[in-house]
């Protein structure tokens, strides 16, 4: 059967048709005066920790790809956190390679770089799928987000991928989750069967409108409030969650069976505490039941459990080189460094509090604080080692383990303190 015969080629089209007319996220370059977004995958921090174990050379300049990066969420955060990197140390400029089917997603990114200054970012139009003729590489990192599940054979994709990372790389990925996208399928077919793919855009949009304006309650969708980018992301968000002509979502062994068939191994999803069953089970018998599953079986648990995980974002590295991470802060060499680098706030945040509370996805959780887990925080500025920690607060090690490791149990699953190694 050739493409056509079966829609590829029809859905190709659309998909590719859907980002010209509607690039999305919706970006406004103006606002790079104002803010740098952030989030996950491919944070800076979080690449030194889940891909490189805290060991990347600072010295030798990245090789970066973001293979479909839309309007610029991830090349932009990427390329300047790594530019303000070599401005600090003086180190030769990472570079970031763009690359995307969407002419019109491009030109947001394009436009946000040039009002950011970043000249270390090369732009290019085209499908991942043709990634090794058209920008081979090998790169040190790629990202790849919100971008697989669009694909067709998202396994090709990942191949596709794969066929460019360096043997001592590694990949950041987002792809839909099952559970927490509950309610978006049925509407998606709703939509299909009230308003026909071949119509315009705008008119599939008013239709949209018009049916959520009229669900009855007992639609998923409408129990389903975590699910909010048709109200938040405007038409362009309404468009890629209810009439986008190509998606799937996976649960947790799904991820884990994509990225194996890669021959690449998972090293972390993020924030980690999503994929941890212990917050939700009280029952000490189940809990100690849950503890002693296999990580993997453990996060899938967590998300059948929680039922909240909407998007799944991970770290993966070739099979072969998986083994110590993600790295953990077992040495004195070990530099604890906070993500957003903001540690004297957190540090007043927590002065005092023995415990605190977490929003997770609408679900209040609580987590217990070491003593003095300000003392402990106030010290981490992303140089310093545990071993210059500990002896600037005076503390006996074996005491200080203690407490950090605590600490480092509660923050670490936030996704807000990361490690890296000294020297
Ligand atoms: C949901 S957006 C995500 C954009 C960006 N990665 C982000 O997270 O903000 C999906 C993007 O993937 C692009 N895309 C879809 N299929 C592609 C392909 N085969 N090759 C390259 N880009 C593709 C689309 O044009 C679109 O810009």
């Known amino acids: 059967m050739t493409a056509s015969d079966n829609g590829q080629a029809r859905r190709d089209r659309l998909v590719h048709r859907q980002y010209e007319d509607l690039p999305y996220p919706p970006r406004d370059p103006a606002d790079e005066r104002k803010r740098l977004i952030t989030g996950s995958p491919s944070h800076l921090a979080e690449i030194d920790h889940y891909v490189f174990g805290g060991r990347r050379d600072l010295s030798s300049p990245l090789n970066v790809l973001i293979a479909g990066g839309g309007t610029g969420d991830g090349t932009i955060m990427l390329a300047q956190q790594l530019a303000w990197e070599s401005q600090a140390l003086g180190t030769p400029a990472a570079q970031v390679t763009y690359l995307d089917l969407s002419a019109a997603s491009m030109a947001v990114a394009q436009t946000r770089a040039e009002a950011r200054g970043l000249d270390n970012i090369r732009f290019l139009q085209g499908s991942l799928l043709d990634v090794a003729g058209l920008a081979p590489g090998p790169y040190d990192y790629i990202d790849c987000c919100g971008v697989l599940h669009h694909l067709e054979d998202p396994a090709a994709g990942l191949a596709a991928l ?173 530099v604890p460094v906070i993500r957003d680098g903001n540690h004297a706030e957190l540090a007043k945040g927590l002065a005092g509090r023995k415990r605190i509370q977490v929003d997770l996805n609408g679900v209040k959780h609580r987590f217990d604080l070491p003593e003095g887990a300000a003392a402990v925080l106030a010290q981490i500025d992303g140089r310093r080692s545990l071993d210059a920690i500990h002896k600037g607060l005076g503390l006996d090690w074996f005491v200080f383990r203690q407490r950090f490791d605590r600490l480092y149990a509660v923050l670490h699953a936030l996704n807000i303190l990361l490690i890296r190694r000294a020297g």
Not at 261 to 283: K, Q
Request: include cysteine; proline fraction near 9%; hydrophobic fraction near 40%.
């Open 162 to 334: 794969m066929s460019v990372l360096k043997p001592d790389g590694g990949m950041g990925l987002m792809v839909y989750g099952a559970l927490g996208r509950t309610g978006v399928y049925p509407v998606q077919n709703a939509l299909r069967a009230l308003s026909p793919e071949g119509l315009p855009p705008d008119e599939r949009v008013a239709t949209a409108r018009t049916l959520l304006a009229s669900l009855p309650e007992s639609n998923w969708l409408k129990r389903n409030t975590l699910v909010a980018d048709h109200i938040t992301a405007g038409d362009p968000g309404l468009f890629d969650l209810f009439l986008h002509s190509r998606d799937r979502a996976y649960t947790v062994p799904q991820v884990a069976a994509l990225v194996e068939g890669a021959g690449l191994a998972l090293t972390g999803f993020v924030e980690p505490v999503n994929y941890d069953p212990a917050i939700y089970l009280t029952d000490t018998d189940l809990a100690a039941k849950a503890q002693a599953l296999p990580w993997l079986d453990r996060c899938a648990l967590a998300e059948n459990l929680g039922g909240t995980i909407k998007t799944h974002s991970f770290y993966v590295v070739p099979s072969n080189r998986a083994g110590g991470l993600p790295p953990s802060p077992d040495s004195q060499t070990t």
